[in-house]
């Protein structure tokens, strides 16, 4: 099995800053692309920023200068970094991780159970 577990979230004020991790544990052979999610509610899912394995990052237009995404490939984690908060930032994040597991030859996806962020104005 694999799990996959965030933290870091909380309530902010806007302006503020947080840092988002997530841990991939367990039965794992190689990790693809790891990355953020987000959802308010009434909206669907939206992906906010992710980094593959060994290329180049990838945000959502809403988030670029504000935030960055980085991965500790020895850790099996990813980190978020939220600046410059804002109230349209209030989602619950979720993690997701496209993980090999031992003795397979096919990626899936795995995903959190997600933290909240909660931005007041």
């Known amino acids: 099995q694999v799990q996959v577990v965030e933290s870091g979230g909380g309530l902010v004020q806007a302006g503020g800053s947080l840092r988002l991790s997530c841990a991939a544990s367990g039965s794992i052979g190689s990790i693809n692309a790891m990355g953020w999610y987000r959802q308010a509610p009434g909206n669907q899912r939206e992906l906010v920023a992710d980094i593959p394995s060994g290329g180049s990052t990838n945000y959502v237009d809403s988030v670029k200068g504000r935030f960055t995404i980085s991965r500790d490939n020895a850790k099996n984690t990813v980190y978020l970094q939220m600046n410059s908060l804002k109230p349209e930032d209030t989602a619950v994040y979720y993690c997701?991780?496209?993980?090999?597991?031992?003795?397979?030859?096919?990626?899936?996806?795995?995903w959190g159970q997600g933290t909240q962020v909660t931005v007041s104005s």
């Open positions: 997701k991780a496209v993980v090999r597991r031992s003795g397979t030859y096919i990626y899936n996806d795995y």
